[in-house]
């Protein structure tokens, strides 16, 4: 198994991306092809052997002159072919690499796949889930963040991708679907939801109806249902959340001069919400294998990070995604 | 001071409520009204009165046959003129009462008190707004769920009464505004938000721009706007996240033998995470004062809410927010 990897993106790279590459080999069966800048790549790993006893593994690298930077807007992917972010896609695509990766920008990494892939049958707009931390890691939000402005039938598009990720990645039959609204009463809800939630209702997906601000923590549907701009603001909400809740604790109990225990127990909790832990989340509804993970990954999310892509690899993922696609949801409510 | 109270709405009424009553005519300087269905307040003021040694204080009471529960639409209150909700309105608007206080549907407290007082000078829509929690008490949500279908009028009218509301209750001069989106640069959001944003930038409030879903817990601004579907979800959201976290921790804690000190500092933070301890807000937007409890309601809440109420009359908080609305606003972007 081959996998593309963007050395460049992430708010560690390239050092910490290298180091995770570097783990990943050693200890899993693939092959990673290094995509960056060349020189740089050549002079961190020169570093890295130069303090590592073990001497490196072997890597194919692949020079892409350019970075897309987080402060950058996603659509300038489309006239920067020589981005890392592109040329991760474009190896893909020439069936040099089984699937990619990256831990950069996850607007520009949704456009380069979709320009590059095009659409996955008849997919109307991608989007990405990601599982709501280690809280509830059965439950998949989606859309975590694609797309802002968003139609009933992408709605429910996303919930069907939803469904057959947590289906096939996660291995729970008939995952249940919920979506988002202000109460559980079937009215309860917007425009844009009350149109949804007819989609979803006639759908064959197994629908247990709208949820509230509740059920994200407490984790009542598999695949909860929001539109992408208001999905990344409940996952940025519990991410800022709790890390407050859980640092004012700290120093409280820090001031109470409590045992170290307590200290262990808190820091558990912090990783249990640490997003990096999730590994790396595919884009849903594009034809062709890309994931994307945290911009905070270090070296040991690097290394999840390929393993959530080699399992995407295994269980055949798009496959899966293109079969369940095929006209199962209504045209209107 | 006379503040009109519907004994009948909210989870624990109408017992909470009328001890909530009795603890408030005892310790604050107002007259209350009691409404509700005569016989059973009767009934419960004599019980309450077998159990206290103090004797109890007067209270006027007006009767009202009907009660508005929690699962029903709140648009039915429009035909449900002897509903508690209904009355504790008509007396504010005859004269009767300074300001009315309910702890029960939210929906329809302010459907009644549109009905009852009409909109505000220029608004184009209610809304309300709620602190965010003890964790950052300087925070005002706004809409926290009155309008779940917003354009960008609204929003730019809710800042401004959220922002009068501040000035004028918590005395925080010029207070900061943001408009909540999926980052914090100026052409993030949707179609929605990024008109809203034109709208916030041409006005004469401190618009801060954008904020992202980090930002609430963060206090970074205090007036954060957002349409009240997914305000309602924000404030839920909340909740249940904190729950959750402070509820597994004290497990832990309890597994793990720790001291009694943890479980009162954890005590602490369920507490300043309390929703039913903010104390009652009022509805922005209509020509009359309604403040809106939590329905979970217990006497020391309503106490709160009591107080809230005395504080909005004290500052002529109608007022305030009728001089601050003409025309402040441009019309376009």
Redesign the interface.
């Known amino acids: 198994m081959k996998i593309a990897l963007d050395v460049m993106g992430g708010d560690y790279a390239p050092r910490e991306i290298l180091l995770g590459a570097v783990q990943a080999k050693r200890a899993l069966d693939v092959e990673l092809i290094l995509v960056g800048q060349r020189a740089a790549i050549e002079q961190e790993l020169a570093d890295i052997e130069a303090a590592d006893s073990l001497g490196l593994p072997e890597f194919e690298i692949v020079d892409a002159p350019d970075v897309i930077h987080f402060?950058q807007?996603p659509s300038s992917v489309k006239e920067r072919r020589g981005a890392s972010i592109r040329v991760i896609c474009d190896l893909v695509r020439q069936g040099h690499a089984d699937a990619c990766l990256t831990m950069g920008h996850t607007g520009a990494g949704i456009v380069a796949s979709l320009i590059t892939f095009g659409r996955l049958g008849n997919v109307l707009r991608p989007c990405v889930g990601i599982p709501y931390f280690g809280?509830q890691p059965n439950t998949l939000l989606v859309d975590a963040?694609a797309m802002?402005?968003c139609k009933p039938e992408y709605l429910a598009q996303f919930a069907q991708m939803g469904s057959i990720y947590v289906e096939k990645i996660w291995g729970i039959a008939r995952p249940t679907v919920g979506l988002?609204?202000?109460?559980r009463?079937d009215?309860k809800?917007?425009?844009l939801?009350r149109t949804t939630f007819a989609l979803l209702k006639n759908s064959e997906l197994n629908f247990i109806g709208n949820l509230?601000?509740?059920?994200?923590?407490?984790g009542t549907a598999n695949v909860v249902v929001m539109?992408?701009?208001?999905g990344?603001?409940?996952?940025?909400?519990?991410?800022?959340?709790?890390?407050?809740?859980?640092g004012?604790?700290a120093k409280?109990?820090s001031d109470?001069g409590?045992?170290h225990?307590?200290q262990n127990?808190?820091d558990?909790?912090h990783a249990m919400?640490d997003y990096a832990r999730i590994g790396a989340i595919p884009v849903f509804g594009v034809d062709g294998l890309m994931l994307i993970g945290h911009g905070r990954s270090r070296a040991a999310a690097v290394v999840g990070g390929i393993k959530s892509t080699m399992q995407a690899v295994q269980v055949d993922l798009l496959n899966s995604l293109r079969q369940g696609l095929t006209d199962q949801l209504p045209e209107g409510a």
């Open positions: 402060d807007n809280l963040g802002v402005d988002m609204t202000n109460g009463e009215n809800g917007n425009e939801t509230e601000g509740y059920d994200l923590p407490n539109d992408g701009l208001w990344n603001v409940a996952l940025k909400l519990t991410e800022g959340l709790s890390e407050q809740l859980l004012r604790i409280r109990f109470a409590v045992a225990a307590v127990i808190l558990e909790f919400m």
